[in-house]
């Protein structure tokens, strides 16, 4: 007599109706608060001119840039390194699998690409990765700089977690253990102090650029607060990294950041122009770099 066996969810199936369920929850209730404030948001938006938005799309492509040398200067480091126009394509191009559900899709379309230009997998998958503790770290640290220590001092104790695993030392002997579970070969080359340290450079260069595009359409608790708004809001969207770019999170922990110095209805209104700016600048970004790179192959 046979038993037959309980049949269980896939498990690729069941992470993406979380995923879906999770952006669809989000999606919902910010909805429902931009309803709720429906004119006081319009009054926002009428604040907003085309000189502010057109500075805060500028400073949003300088930010994108930054990441991007950041994760350049990650991949030389390791042993890749690649010209400008190549790079770009390749980082831009793959950045747009940010808005498909799931973590997966950057990181496997800058390892096809860079395969092209001769750069090994998991190299391109190591200088991937390093990307989310460096802006995590370097996020916080200007949370705390800008905000104050009083009121964002319970970031504090990431602090310290995410500078150890910033050490390459640390950093080579990780990458090392996952590259032996995979089976796959050791990295040529180990990442050094002064790549990081470089890249680290360009991380905080993103943060000032990306402050300037908030302050752009928010000037009103200023330059430094601006800053330090955009980072915190951004580092808490990443951490929940089931639904694509922190849609939805990002934007409410933007409302309560600028709610004392703006009313809710005009910090619901910039939090979605700050959302439609950026996705404009990816979208430049990746279309520039694919030009420049197609023209440079002709």
Known sequence: MSTAEPRTTPKPLLRKVVRFGFLAVALGFGAWAVAAQWDAVLAGFAKLSWPMLAASLAAVVAALLGAMLT???LLADLGSPLPLRPAAKVFFV????KYIPGAVWPVLAQMEMGRDLGVPRSRSAAAFFLMMPI?????LLVTLGTLGWNRYGWLLPAVPVLLVLLEPKVINAVIGFGL???KREPLERPLTRRGMLTALGWALAGWTAYG???YAVAPQGGLLFAVGAFALSWCLGILTFVVPAGAGVREVAMVAVLSPVMD?????AVALVSRMIIIAGDL???GIAGLAARRRSL
């Open 71 to 73: 994760w350049r200067t």
């Open 94 to 97: 793959g950045q747009l699998g």
């Open 135 to 139: 802006q995590l770290a370097t996020g």
């Open 180 to 182: 032996r579970k995979l």
């Open 212 to 214: 300037v595009h908030l």
């Open 264 to 268: 809710r209805g005009s910090a619901i």
């Open 284 to 286: 430049i970004c990746a």
